[in-house]
Structures are given as structure tokens and as C-alpha cells.
């Protein structure tokens, strides 16, 4: 996979970057008693990140100029990248709902919806596994753990 | 050893309630280890409550049973699911589940459980005999020592990635960064923090461990359900070869062997923790055997390496704690909680003062492995039904579950978005093989090794020869630079055709 | 034996379901209560909070929840609280470290004046410890040692850091501060013999006894009644205190009847048998009843002694 290879390892090193010339810079802090300041270890992981990353790339980078393939590819998939990113929106947008609302109370809605999206349409099936599990969640929290509703 | 007190200790370990008590826990820990997203502190701290109305001596042995059932119970889910509830047993998913996938779920899982049992049990047996009186040895392991060893533990553990050499290290170099966010432990003043409170005690690790394991696996494999709905799922079809047999087992006793030994060595040693042991065990067991190539795709011995370690740990770290009134590791902690509310002090006055309540702990110790012997045993066939539940089902239910647990530690919505965050990061270094074991390591283990190494220079003064004087600390540099050297040798043969494949 | 665990454990679940009742003047919970804490379990706080929650249950008829909230020594849970609906429902058992050092180090987005107080019940343990075959068995000896070798200390807070830099400039040690991160990273070090002396929070209790370990002086301004005959810094002659209290706080805005209830509480806990053996016997604190207004006033007054000290 030289294309990906290519991508992630500068996505890698432009992290390392970032972190090195950024965030290490201005969110490290200082400890003017320290024989290690603060930003030492950071500073290597963003070395690491950057020289490996580099690496990574440019191996990527040559196989893909000895087979002469292009860095992007023209045929991109968006069904294939649809069906990656749904879970993570629709988890996103239960997460943003978990704001206003007890995961408690949100959790069956949450279970059956991934279910109906995941195609299962046996109404009993939807029922039961979205409704157990966040019983179990009431019974371990308000009465094992006694920490309340979450 | 005052043999009147073990025989009274061994008639009240064998009562009624303690049975119930004792094998309630492991069957609690068992539950709660099997569901990926609830980990052991919520198992203990779910527990604690629990204990205030048992006698000293059954709510300790409840406790410890039910941290040997989480440990026992998080291989199912490693080994049927690739989600492993603990990052200690990110290491037995490796071989767990191709295992699995293989046709073998049951014979993965027996070696799980065998080696779970055997580890526990013969670390708990050293912990009685043989490490209370020594366990001043620990004491031996100053900042110089632990710093060489979480540095030879970082290298070795860095070592093992199966893919790409640099991928490895870019996510180890993310894992070390990672690992530094929180308060300056001399200053108290923040690093990498970005004003967010939350984060002054680093990024939750159990926020990074079910993320990039468990909820990072579950949106692979939804990804997956496109493609392969049928067949994706682990078969549990009646295989009369499915079944672990003498021959597997005279194979994995060895590594369950020197996995206890392990465990047993890493727990002792107050901070490291149950990860590093079953890591380096894996480690180690790869390193040992004359077919490295066949680990991660299936390897009995991987599984038993990893999860006998994992298990000899939790014996091991109460070491310290008994014999100094160190924890040796987080639930070792919250067991002195727990021992304190019912007004013990942990500690050597402990066996001086009351040996019977001690003698006692360990006699519900040796009943619990054996209780959880049992219960794995039967509960496999119970436990191995979730192969049956399609994973179109499993996996709301388990997302719902790591959401669950993040919520039930009080890190609140918070905790949830960093979740989040690491389950995308763990998606994106699964889908383009950079080694996520790497990366959690190295987040384990930066913490540790930067404060002793901190540590070891105030102290020394900056004189190097101090080191002269402390030959363990000298022994496991020189681990670390062998470690390192066949690391780039490695680099050098395998990691060339990679980065310059263009010249052959 | 049988019988009685037996009972126990049936017990048990009776007492996990229905709280019982018991009657109180003035303001009264209608539901089941959260008490916050600043640490994970097992602490100190904690073990103390745990129980605490136990005697509030008969002080107040209703259940008392646990939660902890850990981080930035209890920075990350006084954050939190600012959110909470000021109604007595949900109260925090904490540690006065928080309010009275945490806001000089770093940006909080909390100050003393954002909560109210209600009430103190137990008095912080620290001390300066060494091993028990030191070379020096007190504080003197220590300072006599220390100018003729270099020595080393363990810290744990910037402050105590502070206080031990200032002493050894003063009298000329030359001294190597090492962090520790936490009390139980400190006993191996001085069990061990890595470091000299060390700073403790409190976790020498559990070392004194055998002799493994000394208490050479106090931090605190009084002395703590354990150890009767270990002096304070400032009786040795050096003007400087790190004081610390556990109290009930509040949210902003809460009325003063819950108040006075809280108040009430405190002065109920402190009287009661479990949660005072608790304390003393296995977390060696020793008990220290403040009203609210002392308590409120104690913070303030520790808060610019502590400003004066990391200034310099």
C-alpha cells in the first residue's frame, strides 16, 4: 500500500512537526529546577514521529515513482468511505446528545438505531438488546457501585 | 510459620460463606472482565461498596477473587471478539483471535484459562512461601534500576511489532508523546495540558486502552459487515479437534512457566503493572521459540505467554504490599482502601500482629483460582455462545458498553470525546498497520520511565559512576543496549527493501 | 461463624436497599445524595470519605453515593463542582490543598470565593520523615549531618519543595530535591535508602510503629497528637507551615440553612464511632472540628500564607 504509506507517514511527521515547533513551544511549560526541562521527552517523541514518519513517506513515495502510479487515486470509493465514517458520526452525535442526557436514559435509543442501521429488522431482537444492557448499566451503577445514575 | 494459625486460616477459608463470598467475586470479575469497555477498577470499585458488610476476611478474599476473575474473564473477550477489555490482555488478542477465527475458539480459550489459573496459582504459592520474607529484595530496585528496566521493557517490548519497523516506532514516538501530557511531577505545573483540567493527571489511560482497543475493533469490524457479513463472525461449530489436547498442553507449560515467572518478577516490583509483564512475556516467549514467524497468527503459545503473565501478576504485586506497605500496582492500592475500612492496616505488621487473618487471605487466594478454574471451565461453553449473536448485534451492544464504562470512571461527557478521539486514532493505526501495541506501551510506560530517570540523575549528581555500584541497574543497560543493537540490526536487514525498494 | 457472616451478608443487602431513617432539625434531603471526592479510590480521603458517607446516611435518613473524581489533586472535581445546582444534594468531601495551593501554581477556573464551606472534620498529617537507622534522628542532628555531607530530599508538592530549599540555603546543606510523584512512591525511596529525608502526606503512619521509618517535624502549626514529642518547624525555629484540612464544601450560592445542616453533619460525624476509629486508627488523621465560618476563614488565612511562601 505505497499511496497509504505515502499519507500516513506524512500525516505522522507533520504531527511531530506540529507538536515540536507548537505545541512543545508554547504548552510544555518550564521547571527551572529540573536537570530534565519538561519539554525534553516530548521533544524526542516528536523526532521520533518525524524521522519515522519521513521514512515511511518516502519509501511510500518511491515505490509509488517506480511503478508510476499517481499519489492520489481517481476512483474514490465514497460508498466504501461512507460505510467507515457513519459509526463514527453516529457515535459523535450520541456522544453530543450525552450532554443534555443520561447515557442511561439515551443508551436503548442509541443501541436500537445502530441496530436498524446495521440492518436487523426482528422487532424483538431490536427490543431485547437495546433495552438489557442499559438495565444492567442502572442496576450496576445506582445499586453495586451506589454512584447514582450516569 | 506458626502451623496452628494456617490450620485455623485454612478451616474458615472453607466455610460456607466463604465459598459464596469468594466465588460470588470471581464470578462478578468474570462477568465484568468479559464485557469489554468495563474494566478492573470499575469491577473494584463497583465491589468496595459491596464489601463494607462482609467480614475482613471475605471481603479481602472477595476482592482479590474478583480481580482474578477480571483477569481471566477480559481473555474472552480478547480471544472471541479482538477486544480485550485490559490493555494486559492486548496481548493475548494477538494470537487469541486468529486463533479463533482458525476454527479454535474453545482450544484458545482453555489455553487462556489453563494458563490463567496455572500463572495465578504458582505466583500466589510464591507469594506465601517464599516473598514476604524477601520481599525487602524489592526495596534493592532503586530509581537507577527501575529506570534501566522500563527502559529495556520500552526497547524490548518495542521490538516485537510484526509490520513495518518505522511504522512501530513512528506510534511508539506518538505513545511517548501522548504519555507526557499532564501536571510536571515536580512542579506541579502543567505540560501539553492545553488548559483543560481533566488532563492534569495525563490522558485517562483506561480512556486510551478502551478506545484503541475495544472501540477502535468495533468500527473496523462494522466497516467489515459491508463486505463479509457472513463471514466475518467466529464460528463455534462442533469440532470434535476443538479441545485442548496433552500434546498443546506439554507445548505451552514451558511459557506458562516462565510467563508466571515473569508476572511474578514485574508485579513484585511496585509501578509496573500487568501490561509491561504479559508484553514482555509475549515477548519473551516469541524471542524463545524456533518458529517466531508463526506468532500473531494464531500461536497457542502467544496466548499462554501473555495471559499467564497477566495473571501471576495480581498475586505478585500484593508482594509489596505485604511485605512493605507498598501497593504494587493500582487495584493494589484499592485494596488497602478496602482493607483499611474494615480497620486493617496493610503491611508487615499485618503478619506480625494478625497472621490468621493473613493465613486466611492467602487460603481464599489458592480457593479462588481454584473456584475460577471451574467456573472458566463451565463458563466457557456458556461464555463462547456470544460467537453465536451475529456481530451486527455484538457491536452496538459493545459501543454501548465502552461508553458505559468511560461514564461509570466519573470522567464525564469529557471522557467520552477523548474516547473518541483514541478509538479513531486506534482505527487509523489498525486499517494502516502501524503496531498499536507499540503505541500503548510506549503511553504505559513513558510516565514511569521519565520519572525515574529524572530520579536517578538528581540523585547521582550527574556522576556517571555511580552506576558501578549497582550491578542490576548495569545488567539491564546492557539488556537495553543488546535490546537496541539487534533492533537496528533488524532495520538494517528488513527495514531496507522497504524504504529502498526502488534499487533491487 | 457460618451463622453470623451469614447474617451479615443478608443484612447487607437489606442496608444497600433501603436506607434507614433517622431525623435531623432544619433542612432536610428528599433524595438519595452525591458526595464528590477529589481522588481515586483508595486514598486516604477516600477510605475516610467512604465511611463518612456511611454516618451521613444516619445523619440524614438518605442514601450518600460515592464519586470520585480524580485529578490534579482535586483540582479536576472542584472544576466540576462549579456546575453543580446549589440545592444540598450534591456536596464534595475535600481536600483544602485545591483552593489553597492549586490556584497559585496554576490557571484555575475556580476560586475560594466560587464554593461555600461547611464545616471541617479532619486535620492533614504533614511531616518530615527519614529512615528509622538514619544517621540522624532529628531535625537538629539532621541540619548537623547536612552541613558537613550533601544530602537529598524527596518532594511531592512545589510547596514543601519550597520550604526545604529555603532551610537548606539558610543553613548551608547542600541539598539534591528529588520529585516523587505521591506518597507511595516515597517509602521505597526512604526505605531503601535512596534518599535522606523525604516529605510525607501522611503515608509514615503505617511505617512508625515497626520503627522503619522517623518523623523528625511537622509542617503543620500545631502538633500532631500522635506523635506528642516530634516538634513543628516553626518550634525549631523556622517560620514556615504547610497546613491542610478536609471539609465539606458546597456549592455557590447554597442557602445558609443547608449550610447549617452540613455544619450540623460535621459535628454529627465527628462524634460518630466508625468514621472517628476510621480516621484515627487506620489513616492516623486526627480529628479537628471547625465550624463554617472557621473553616471558610482557615482557607482564606492558609491561601495567603501559602501566596507569601511560593512567592519568594
Not at chain 1, 81 to 90: D, H, M, R, S
Not at chain 2, 265 to 293: D, H, I, N, R
Amino acid at each position: 500500500m505505497p499511496r497509504s504509506d505515502l499519507w500516513s507517514g506524512l500525516a505522522v511527521a507533520g504531527f511531530g512537526l506540529v507538536a515540536l515547533l507548537w505545541m512543545i513551544p508554547n504548552y510544555a511549560g518550564s521547571n527551572p529546577f529540573a536537570q530534565m526541562p519538561p519539554g525534553l521527552v516530548p521533544s524526542i517523541a516528536a523526532w521520533i514521529m518525524i524521522i519515522c514518519g519521513a521514512i515511511v513517506a518516502a519509501g511510500g513515495m518511491i515505490r509509488l515513482l517506480r511503478d508510476g502510479m499517481l499519489p492520489v487515486t481517481r476512483e474514490i470509493s465514497w460508498i466504501a468511505i461512507g460505510w467507515a465514517a457513519w459509526p463514527f458520526l453516529y457515535v459523535s452525535v450520541a456522544i453530543w446528545f450525552m450532554t443534555f442526557f443520561k447515557i442511561t436514559w439515551l443508551g436503548a435509543f442509541v443501541i436500537a438505531g445502530m441496530l436498524v442501521l446495521l440492518g436487523e429488522r426482528r422487532w424483538y431482537m431490536i427490543v431485547g438488546c437495546s433495552v438489557v444492557p442499559p438495565a444492567l448499566l442502572y442496576f450496576l451503577s445506582v445499586y453495586m457501585m451506589r454512584v447514582g445514575v450516569v | 510459620m506458626d502451623f496452628s494459625a494456617i490450620g485455623a486460616a485454612a478451616s474458615e477459608a472453607l466455610t460456607l460463606a466463604s465459598f459464596i463470598g469468594i466465588g460470588g467475586g470471581v464470578l462478578l470479575g468474570y462477568i465484568i472482565g468479559v464485557i469489554p469497555g468495563l474494566s478492573r477498577s470499575v469491577a473494584i470499585s463497583i465491589a468496595i461498596p459491596m464489601t463494607f458488610y462482609m467480614s475482613p476476611y471475605i471481603a479481602i478474599s472477595f476482592l482479590i477473587g474478583l480481580s482474578k476473575g477480571t483477569a481471566a474473564g477480559s481473555a474472552v473477550s480478547a480471544i472471541l471478539l479482538n477486544a480485550p477489555g485490559e490493555a494486559s490482555s492486548a496481548a493475548t488478542a494477538l494470537d487469541g483471535y486468529p486463533m479463533a477465527k482458525k476454527g479454535k475458539p474453545k482450544t484458545a480459550l482453555q489455553v487462556g484459562l489453563i494458563a490463567s489459573v496455572l500463572g495465578d496459582i504458582m505466583a500466589t504459592i510464591i507469594l506465601i512461601f517464599v516473598a514476604i520474607p524477601f520481599a525487602r529484595v524489592a526495596l534493592l530496585f532503586g530509581p537507577y534500576e527501575m529506570a534501566a528496566i522500563l527502559a529495556f521493557a520500552l526497547v524490548f517490548i518495542a521490538g516485537l511489532s510484526s509490520g513495518s519497523l518505522f511504522k512501530g516506532l513512528a506510534a511508539g514516538g506518538l505513545g511517548i508523546f501522548l504519555g507526557t501530557v499532564g501536571l510536571d511531577n515536580q512542579t506541579g505545573l502543567p505540560r501539553l495540558t492545553f488548559g483543560y483540567t481533566e488532563l492534569m493527571d495525563g490522558m485517562p489511560l483506561i480512556a486510551v486502552a478502551i478506545g484503541t482497543l475495544a472501540l477502535s475493533e468495533m468500527f473496523i469490524q462494522s466497516e467489515k459487515l459491508r463486505l463479509e457479513r457472513t463471514t466475518m463472525s467466529v464460528k463455534l461449530e462442533h469440532r470434535p479437534d476443538d479441545h485442548i489436547t496433552f500434546p498443546i498442553f506439554k507445548r505451552i507449560l514451558p511459557t506458562i512457566l516462565r510467563g508466571t515467572g515473569v508476572g511474578t518478577f514485574v508485579g513484585a516490583l511496585p509501578g509496573l503493572g500487568p501490561s509491561v509483564g504479559s508484553f514482555m512475556s509475549y515477548g519473551m516467549a516469541q524471542k524463545a521459540s524456533k518458529t517466531p514467524e508463526n506468532f500473531g497468527k494464531g500461536e497457542p503459545i502467544g496466548i499462554a505467554a501473555s495471559e499467564s503473565a497477566d495473571n501471576a501478576v495480581i498475586p505478585a504485586a500484593l508482594i509489596p504490599l505485604f511485605g512493605l506497605g507498598i501497593p504494587g500496582n493500582v487495584s493494589a492500592a484499592l485494596l488497602i482502601g478496602a482493607f483499611a475500612i474494615h480497620g486493617i492496616t496493610v503491611g508487615p505488621l499485618l503478619l506480625r500482629d494478625s497472621p490468621e487473618l493473613l493465613y486466611s487471605i492467602f487460603a481464599g487466594m489458592i480457593l479462588a483460582s481454584i473456584i475460577m478454574f471451574i467456573l472458566g471451565w463451565f463458563g466457557l461453553m456458556v461464555f463462547a455462545q456470544i460467537t453465536r449473536v451475529p456481530p451486527h448485534v455484538v457491536i452496538p451492544i459493545v459501543i454501548f458498553f465502552c461508553l458505559a464504562g468511560m461514564m461509570l470512571q466519573g470522567y464525564g461527557t469529557f471522557g467520552l470525546v477523548i474516547l473518541m478521539a483514541f478509538a479513531l486514532l486506534g482505527y487509523l493505526m489498525k486499517k494502516y498497520d502501524y503496531s498499536f501495541v507499540t503505541f500503548l506501551v510506549a503511553f504505559i510506560i513513558t510516565p514511569m520511565l521519565e520519572l525515574n530517570l529524572r530520579q536517578s540523575i538528581i540523585l547521582s549528581r550527574g556522576n556517571w559512576e555511580i552506576l558501578l555500584g549497582r550491578p542490576i541497574a548495569l545488567f539491564f543497560i546492557v539488556c537495553t543496549l543488546l535490546a537496541l543493537i539487534m533492533l537496528t540490526l533488524r532495520t538494517v536487514r528488513t527495514g531496507k527493501p522497504a524504504a529502498g525498494a526502488a534499487t533491487d | 461463624m457460618k451463622r453470623r457472616t451469614l447474617l451479615a451478608a443478608s443484612a447487607a443487602l437489606g442496608a444497600m436497599l433501603s436506607a434507614p431513617m433517622a431525623l435531623a432539625d432544619g433542612w432536610q434531603p428528599e433524595r438519595p445524595m452525591t458526595m464528590v471526592i477529589g481522588f481515586a479510590p483508595g486514598g486516604s480521603t477516600d477510605i475516610q470519605g467512604r465511611v463518612l458517607a456511611r454516618a451521613l446516611e444516619e445523619h440524614f435518613g438518605q442514601p450518600v453515593n460515592v464519586v470520585n473524581q480524580p485529578g490534579g489533586g482535586g483540582a479536576v472535581a472542584l472544576t466540576r463542582f462549579l456546575n453543580t445546582e446549589p440545592d444540598g444534594h450534591t456536596f464534595m468531601f475535600g481536600v483544602q490543598l485545591g483552593l489553597t495551593f492549586s490556584p497559585i501554581v496554576t490557571e484555575t477556573e475556580y476560586d475560594i470565593d466560587d464554593f461555600r464551606y461547611a464545616g471541617t472534620l479532619v486535620a492533614g498529617q504533614f511531616g518530615i520523615v527519614t529512615r528509622g537507622d538514619a544517621p540522624f534522628q532529628s531535625f537538629e542532628e539532621l541540619v548537623e549531618y547536612g552541613r558537613e555531607n550533601p544530602m537529598t530530599y524527596a518532594q511531592q508538592l512545589p510547596m514543601d519543595q519550597a520550604i526545604m530549599q529555603i532551610i537548606a540555603d539558610q543553613e548551608g546543606i547542600d541539598l539534591a530535591i528529588v520529585p516523587t510523584g505521591g506518597g507511595g512512591g516515597m517509602a521505597p525511596l526512604v526505605l531503601g535508602g535512596e534518599v535522606d529525608f523525604a516529605f510525607s502526606g501522611g503515608t509514615h503512619a503505617q511505617y512508625t510503629p515497626t520503627g522503619e521509618m522517623n518523623v523528625l517535624a511537622f509542617l503543620t502549626r500545631e502538633r500532631s497528637p500522635f506523635y506528642p514529642d516530634v516538634p513543628t518547624l516553626a518550634e525549631l525555629g523556622y517560620p514556615y507551615a504547610m497546613d491542610d484540612y478536609r471539609s465539606f464544601f458546597l456549592p455557590g450560592g447554597t442557602p445558609d440553612e443547608i449550610v447549617a445542616a452540613f455544619e450540623d453533619a460535621a459535628r454529627f460525624a465527628v462524634e460518630h464511632p466508625q468514621f472517628v476509629e476510621t480516621t484515627v486508627e487506620n489513616t492516623l488523621h486526627p480529628i479537628v472540628f471547625m465550624d463554617a465560618e472557621e473553616t471558610e476563614a482557615t482557607i482564606r488565612e492558609i491561601r495567603t500564607a501559602n501566596e507569601a511562601l511560593m512567592a519568594d
